[in-house]
């Protein structure tokens, strides 16, 4: 018998997909955002409440490039279950 492999989505510690919380936008600019996201290089999709569906770390620096959000602090944003 062999084993299944599962897939892994991103890099690093990303062993999932994160929703981002901290980066989402209202359902009614999802359209909008993409649009602005594509012209800056970045093919993200956003859920129905409008949160951005991210796959690694550099796929969300980018976005918190785009987005204008620095670390504060020397820490960036958080999102819960980015880590687990």
């Known amino acids: 018998m062999s ?9 690093g510690n990303w062993k999932k997909r994160v929703d981002s919380e901290s ?3 209202h359902p009614d ?3 909008e955002i993409v649009e602005r996201n ?6 993200i999709d956003y859920d129905t409440e409008g949160r951005p569906k991210l796959t690694s770390t550099s796929e969300r620096r980018a976005l918190m490039k785009v987005e204008s959000i620095e670390a504060f602090g020397g820490r960036e944003v ?3 279950n980015c880590y687990s």
């Open 3 to 11: 084993k299944k492999k599962s897939q892994v989505v991103g890099t």
């Open 23 to 25: 980066l989402a936008c």
């Open 29 to 31: 600019q999802i359209q």
């Open 38 to 43: 594509k012209q800056h290089g970045l093919n």
């Open 78 to 80: 958080h999102d819960r």
